[in-house]
């Protein structure tokens, strides 16, 4: 992308099928150095574009083109001295909240149409049931006056309910274009017409015999056409609703209000309540308990337990002290905790996840950039044929009602309104069940990518294993109880910011030992540390430090060993090791189940590696060890040029030059690395059996896409023909075709139960 090339993200109206999402991609197209991917089902555009085109040119060519658009303004958090001189304005712009973007409304702006074409459905239903009976029950077919209550019940389905039909063709149709809707809308009017002129020339036939010598009227199929038309529209319209739901909820999460700590004019420290738009990065704020957190943040005082699942997807809640990072839109335990906020606005995590999973809703795979171009040239194609139809029948059977019937039944079976939802809904559900999840797809293109994967190369570090010391054993000699020595040893380390201490002084915690008060505490350099307990002076660290050490309490040689004693003497030892996730066998059986061929890549020692490799059953012939962080590239590249399709799991930062090489890129994170720009799908939650999770969530979403579009090509492609040979009653055509979008809307639907 050149340098100057800018990008914008349009909310576009108007927009009824795939046609005219493709109708626009071509407009745009062809103005120079302009990039444009429309989606329907988000109702969006991401366009770019550089010099000499502006963003006005753009505008300008979307509402020459028949449809309107507005720009989606970034959000923009505030500094710190604009939050008093723009208080009156926080009304305006409290939606605002925690980087939720201007346009947050527009995820819900599904809800006003879909009430809309309820409302025009339910009475469109009501009005044509009348019609139906008086056109198809036999003992009402010499009623008096029926033509005439068939118009009188039908003129207001066509003229009203079916406006939307009406209005999206007249639009296209100045621009000298045609979509869906011009099918619809013609069919149906054509139906109307000729009935309407048969009534009021006097000419109607309603016979069911068919017998005598007047026209007969198509007032039913006009109105049954367009009620079915509509359910159809309608439920597709709460199915997109329901599909963006897992985003808009998202968002919802962010708090609205915040609780800050300033000084009044005598020096106190008070709270004061503000829009949490108003906060700034540096300020401290207050969370209570069962509040959300406002913001991410660093602890400065307190201690509780958040609950991250509602953002991270993780089950269980964690425990934050001091020093420790929290992250907005999660919920605060029984503690009080007082945070200075590190991010706010759009660089929070929350605002982060929100733009990655719009940024996959709003690209396009390529399998629906093929259905794009396919329905782009299907309208005039189908208006062609639905023309011959027509000529072809009044020549064959002389009868031009006969022929109008056909051609109608061509209009209305082969709008490809299926087609144009095929991907774009398989995405949005997908992409909002990943978020729920915990499991972001950064793009579209990666569910695609997923399919051609053979091999996995994981990273030990964070990813099989837990990445921090964690204590794994604890050995005593003689009759010293075990849980005697961790409190000893606990005790001692409370006073020391060792990593080993920190260990085992987070397994006492996590035990929930009674830790006594250590006195006197003393570090000894590079040997270890030592303190007095009651009237007991307790030395841990190395074994040259006592002069005594029993033969039972050697060294384990999967870790680091630390002993521990009193009175020169040795009592136990303590072994800190970086400990195998719990859920990582069973993560690796996952990734065998989906086919694939998994690596161990680390920098450490070749035993270590391999005593992982064989808890989680990676065979030893499949373990790279001793590699430094830039060497894992080369070795990436390496499996490729072997013929392997490569997905690399890391952490994100040390891995990114792995990640950016590999076919696919997986970061793990504990919610904080959503914006690993270098991972193409990125999990949450540290539960190493997301990653199964992550390539089969893409896996599926890609497989309900393509039955989608198998159903989609293989109805119109089995319908049209049935239909111009006479096969097809037009209101039979009106039923089948809207039963299959809202068919296709179901099975995109599935996706919202993957993984329960």
């Known amino acids: 992308m050149p340098q100057d090339t800018q990008q914008v993200d349009l909310a576009i109206t108007g927009m009824t099928c795939a046609s005219c999402s493709a109708r626009i991609e071509r407009k745009l197209g062809k103005l120079e150095g302009v990039d444009a991917?429309?989606?329907?089902?988000?109702?969006?555009?991401?366009?770019?574009?550089h010099d000499p085109i502006r963003l006005e040119d753009i505008l300008a060519t979307m509402r020459s083109t028949g449809y309107g658009a507005s720009v989606i303004e970034p959000p923009r958090a505030s500094a710190p001295d604009e939050r008093h001189a723009n208080h009156h304005t926080t009304a305006a712009t409290e939606h605002h909240a925690h980087g939720q973007p201007e346009h947050t409304n527009h995820l819900?702006?599904?809800?006003?149409?879909?009430?809309?074409?309820?409302?025009?459905?339910?009475?469109?239903?009501?009005?044509t049931l009348p019609v139906v009976l008086l056109a198809m029950v036999p003992a009402l077919g010499d009623l008096p006056g029926n033509a005439w209550y068939q118009l009188a019940f039908t003129t207001p389905v066509v003229l009203w309910a079916a406006w939307p039909f009406h209005r999206a063709a007249a639009i296209n149709a100045r621009h000298l274009a045609s979509t869906m809707d011009t099918l619809v809308s013609i069919g149906v009017l054509s139906a109307y017409l000729w009935s309407a002129i048969a009534v009021l020339t006097g000419r109607a036939m309603t016979d069911m015999s068919h017998s005598g010598h007047g026209v007969h009227v198509y007032f039913e199929t006009a109105a049954v056409v367009t009620t079915f038309l509509l359910i159809g529209r309608w439920l597709e319209a709460r199915a997109k609703?329901?599909?963006?739901?897992?985003?808009?909820?998202?968002?919802?999460?962010?708090?609205?209000?915040?609780?800050?700590?300033?000084?009044?004019?005598?020096?106190?420290?008070?709270?004061?309540?503000?829009?949490?738009?108003?906060?700034?990065?540096?300020?401290?704020?207050?969370?209570?308990?069962?509040?959300?957190?406002?913001?991410?943040?660093l602890v400065l005082t307190g201690r509780s337990t958040i609950d991250t699942a509602l953002v991270t997807g993780e089950s269980m809640p964690v425990e934050v002290d001091a020093g420790d990072e929290v992250t907005g839109g999660t919920i605060n335990g029984a503690g009080r905790l007082l945070v200075r906020a590190t991010r706010v606005g759009a660089d929070t995590t929350l605002a982060g996840i929100a733009r990655l999973v719009e940024n996959a809703q709003t690209g396009k795979a390529g399998v629906e950039r093929l259905a794009d171009r396919i329905s782009a040239i299907f309208v005039p194609v189908v208006l062609g044929l639905a023309l011959l139809t027509f000529v072809g029948w009044w020549i064959g059977t002389g009868s031009a009602t006969t022929a109008l019937g056909v051609a109608i039944a061509v209009l209305i079976i082969a709008c490809?309104?299926?087609?144009?939802?095929?991907?774009?809904?398989?995405?949005?559900v997908g992409t909002g069940r990943g978020a729920q999840l915990g499991i972001l797809i950064k793009g579209p293109q990666v569910l695609e990518d997923t399919r051609r994967i053979d091999t996995i190369v994981l990273d030990k570090t964070g990813t099989l294993t837990l990445g921090r010391p964690t204590l794994i054993d604890v050995t005593t000699h003689g009759s010293l109880p075990k849980e005697a020595a961790l409190r000893a040893a606990a005790a001692v380390e409370a006073g020391s910011e060792h990593p080993i201490a920190?260990?085992?002084?987070?397994?006492?915690?996590?035990?929930?030992?009674?830790?006594?008060?250590?006195?006197?505490?003393?570090?000894?350099a590079g040997d270890g540390a030592r303190a007095r307990i009651k009237d007991q002076e307790v030395v841990i660290g190395r074994a040259t430090l006592f002069e005594q050490v029993p033969a039972d309490l050697a060294a384990r040689g999967d870790g680091t060993t630390v002993w521990l004693g009193w009175d020169g003497m040795a009592r136990a030892t303590l072994t800190v090791a970086d400990a195998l996730r719990p859920d990582a066998p069973a993560a690796l059986r996952e990734l065998d189940r989906l086919g694939l061929t998994a690596y161990l890549l680390t920098g450490d020692s070749q035993v270590t590696a391999d005593a992982v490799a064989a808890q989680v059953g990676i065979p030893a012939e499949r373990v790279i060890a001793g590699v430094r962080p830039e060497e894992k590239f080369a070795m990436i590249r390496r499996l490729q040029e072997d013929g392997a399709v490569v997905a690399m799991v890391g952490d994100g930062v040390n891995d990114a030059a792995a990640l950016a090489q590999a076919d696919l890129g997986i970061a793990m994170g504990s919610g904080t690395d959503v914006a690993a720009a270098s991972a193409d799908l990125v999990l949450m939650r540290e539960d190493v059996r997301a990653i199964g999770q992550g390539i089969g969530l893409s896996r599926a979403t890609l497989r309900i896409i393509k039955q989608n579009l198998a159903w989609a090509f293989g109805y119109n492609a089995a319908a049209i023909p049935l239909a111009m040979a006479g096969l097809l009653n037009p209101m039979i055509a009106g039923a089948a075709m809207a039963a299959s979008s809202v068919l296709v809307v179901t099975n995109s639907l599935r996706l919202r139960r993957f993984g329960r």
Do not use: M, W, Y
């Open 108 to 127: 819900d702006h599904d809800v006003a149409p879909a009430d809309t074409l309820k409302r025009r459905a339910l009475i469109s239903a009501a009005l």
């Open 241 to 297: 609703a329901e599909g963006k739901n897992a985003l808009t909820t998202l968002l919802d999460l962010a708090a609205k209000e915040v609780t800050i700590e300033r000084r009044d004019g005598s020096g106190r420290v008070v709270e004061e309540r503000i829009p949490v738009e108003q906060l700034a990065v540096g300020e401290t704020f207050v969370i209570r308990p069962g509040e959300k957190v406002a913001t991410d943040g």
């Open 37 to 49: 991917s429309v989606n329907l089902a988000t109702e969006k555009a991401r366009v770019s574009f």
């Open 416 to 428: 490809p309104c299926a087609l144009g939802l095929a991907t774009p809904t398989a995405i949005l």
């Open 502 to 524: 920190h260990a085992i002084v987070e397994a006492a915690k996590a035990r929930t030992l009674d830790i006594p008060a250590a006195t006197d505490f003393a570090a000894l």
